[in-house]
């Protein structure tokens, strides 16, 4: 049997990983500031990670839910601490779709509506209702189509006030926007669209998959903009690497028996890892780590010839060149040993590990001026 072909692969084969940094089978070293694209929150075989996991293996690694697994417990109020969402409630799944999934179901479950508003270069996921929500035509089958969806250009806050009403079951927005090219939603955008959620009853929606779990410099992105959403929408960094992904719900949702589930969400394992993530995210105070390494990043970037424009918080940077990224892409992998993210044309993505030293980040910036020396030309 072959590989169903849908990915376009860099020609690298990583087998071993520690910290920020990754080997491949020829022995060649790598700096990762892309974390398998903002997954590796913690950093790469982290022994206190590996112990928690490798302790639970030989304890039970999985249980449906249809027994009491006192660890999704300990998840939830070590994720209510650390995020400081105490009051709200958690639904566990496996990836980032299905928790958007789930956090639309919910959505319409409470307001018993079926329109949702999302907004243009959005990225939610690849199943149902979560691609129905994505601006990407291309990735949207025929049986995914729907009217129920409309999207509206990104921070427009005259276009949002126009829009709603009292038929919007959801709005969902991105803490910030990954795939689309690290684009933040400004403090009166969320305002504005927290303020309408709650004049119509309409349920606001915070996709945090890629920019949660510290990445930001805060635990959520949206925190920055002190809004408080009815959902929020967690995976990525959330197991760093173990498929794991949530729905903090507000206390207004009244639970049902059999209103959400999933046979593998909130298992032992899972759990245990989620747990390790965020006990190293607090005692290495890694949401601080995040915003000294970002800021700094994102200063010295702007000063390098070529690029347009530095966005992002935290570790979750989009540099913006002049040009196609191609070139200068490929120059880090393959000359320089370092793994980035892209968006759209022209977007250097950088997602590392929030782990990342100063040193690491040095090492990259050094790398990334010399690159863009060499290529850009003006
Ligand atoms: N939401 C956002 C903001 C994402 O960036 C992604 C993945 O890139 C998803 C949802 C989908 O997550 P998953 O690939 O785990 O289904």
Not at 8 to 17: C, N, R, S, T
Not at 243 to 260: D, E, M, N, T, W
Request: charged share 20%; net charge positive.
């Amino acid at each position: 049997m072959n590989l169903f072909d849908v990915y376009p692969l860099l020609d690298v084969e990583p087998v071993k990983a520690i910290g920020c940094w990754i080997w491949d089978k020829d022995g060649n070293k790598y700096l990762d500031l892309y974390g398998g694209h903002a997954v590796i929150s913690i950093g790469h075989s982290h022994p206190y990670y590996i112990k928690k996991i490798e302790e639970q293996m030989h304890k039970i690694g999985f249980y449906s839910n249809s027994v009491r697994i006192p660890l999704q417990e300990e998840l939830a109020q070590k994720l209510g601490e650390l995020s400081g969402y105490t009051d709200y409630n958690l639904f566990l799944c496996n990836s980032g779709a299905e928790a958007n999934e789930n956090a639309l179901k919910l959505a319409s479950f409470h307001t018993g509506r079926k329109k949702v508003i999302a907004f243009s270069k959005a990225f939610h996921g690849r199943t149902s209702l979560a691609v129905a929500a994505t601006d990407n035509k291309s990735i949207i089958a025929p049986v995914n189509e729907t009217e129920n969806v409309v999207f509206l250009p990104f921070n427009d806050e005259a276009a949002l006030e126009n829009a709603m009403n009292d038929t919007i079951c959801a709005v969902i927005i991105e803490g910030m926007q990954g795939v689309g090219g690290v684009k933040v939603p400004t403090d009166a955008f969320l305002q504005k669209a927290k303020l309408l959620c709650e004049k119509y009853n309409s349920v606001l929606i915070l996709d945090e998959v890629q920019s949660g779990y510290g990445r930001s410099g805060k635990f959520f992105s949206h925190q920055f903009s002190n809004v408080k959403p009815d959902l929020i929408t967690i995976a990525k960094g959330m197991g760093n690497g173990f498929p794991l992904g949530g729905v903090l719900i507000s206390p207004k949702f009244k639970a049902k028996h059999h209103l959400l589930g999933t046979t593998f969400g909130g298992n032992h394992l899972a759990c245990a890892a989620g747990i390790a993530v965020l006990d190293v995210i607090r005692n290495e105070k890694l949401m601080m780590n995040a915003k000294a390494i970002g800021d700094y990043m994102i200063s010295t970037l702007k000063k390098i010839n070529g690029v347009k424009e530095v966005r992002g918080r935290g570790l979750m940077i989009g540099v913006e060149l002049e040009f196609p990224y191609d070139t200068v892409r490929n120059e880090l992998i393959f000359t320089h040993r370092i793994f980035t993210g892209t968006s759209g044309k022209n977007v250097i993505r950088i997602l590392p590990p929030l782990c990342l030293s100063k040193e690491e980040a040095e090492i990259f910036l050094h790398a990334f001026a010399a690159v863009m020396k060499k290529v850009f030309v003006k």
